[in-house]
Structures are given as C-alpha cells and as structure tokens.
C-alpha cells in the first residue's frame, strides 16, 4: 500500500518538471537541494517500502538515493513515462544492456579510430595552440 501510494505520488510530482526547462518547475530549487534519500526519509514509513525505492535507484540510476537530487529523479521520470515504465525491462531504463558492460563500446571506438584517440592525456598539443 505504502509502496503503490509512493509510485502514484512520485508520477504526480514529475508531471510538475517541465522536460525542456525542468529548472523551471514551480520547486526546482527546493528539489534540487533535496535528496532522494532525504524525500524517502520523510515520507516513507516501513523499511521494505524504503529498501524497494532504494534498490530502484540504485537499479535504475547506478547510484546511491542520497547521491541524486529529487529534482533530476522527478525530471527522468517525466522524461520516460512514469515510475513503473522506468523501471520495467521492456520498454524502460533497463530494457537494453552490453553484454560485458557499457565500456566495451568506448574501447571498439578508440580501436576503430586508432591513433587519433590520446588516451591517459591531461593537456593536447595542437599545431593550432589551443
């Protein structure tokens, strides 16, 4: 119950975040400065509600809720259509993977472009100076 009120209230508050300007939600500042964790802490009451939305955070965004703002996580929801398209498989977030991970894909790229990638480099010498 708990659990399906959140999802609903969740949905409800993304719809407030424009997705073009989401700065521009009526709270933006106030959710920018608020974590997930810190929203779930005041909202949340029984700790498996509070260890699911956990565990959505970190499966759908790879981070910890006390390292996302509630601003971002209301604009991504908006974004893709709600909590539960978000974090289903077909048709959500998670739907699409590499196998082997996502860095295989920068390594064939770097491969493919050989030597034009400067790999471990902190400034680039260019005829051009800059």
């Not at 508050?13 to 073009?20: G, H, M, N, S, Y």
């Not at 608020?34 to 509600?49: E, H, I, M, N, P």
């Not at 082997?100 to 390594?107: D, E, I, K, V």
């Amino acid at each position: 119950m708990e659990t399906a009120c959140t999802i609903r209230r969740l949905d409800r508050l993304a719809t407030q975040v424009p997705t073009d300007r989401p700065w521009d939600a009526p709270r933006a500042a106030e959710w920018d400065r608020l974590t997930v964790q810190g929203w779930l802490d005041k909202r949340l009451w029984t700790r498996s509600a509070k260890s699911l939305f956990e565990i959505a955070a970190q499966g759908m965004y790879a981070a910890e809720p006390r390292e996302l703002s509630f601003l971002y996580i209301l604009f991504s929801l908006h974004a893709g259509g709600g909590f539960e398209r978000n974090a289903g498989v077909e048709g959500g977030a998670q739907q699409e993977f590499l196998v082997g991970g996502a860095q295989q894909l920068s390594g064939a790229l770097a491969r493919q472009l050989g030597s034009a990638v400067c790999l471990n480099a902190s400034k680039l010498n260019r005829a051009d100076g800059g």
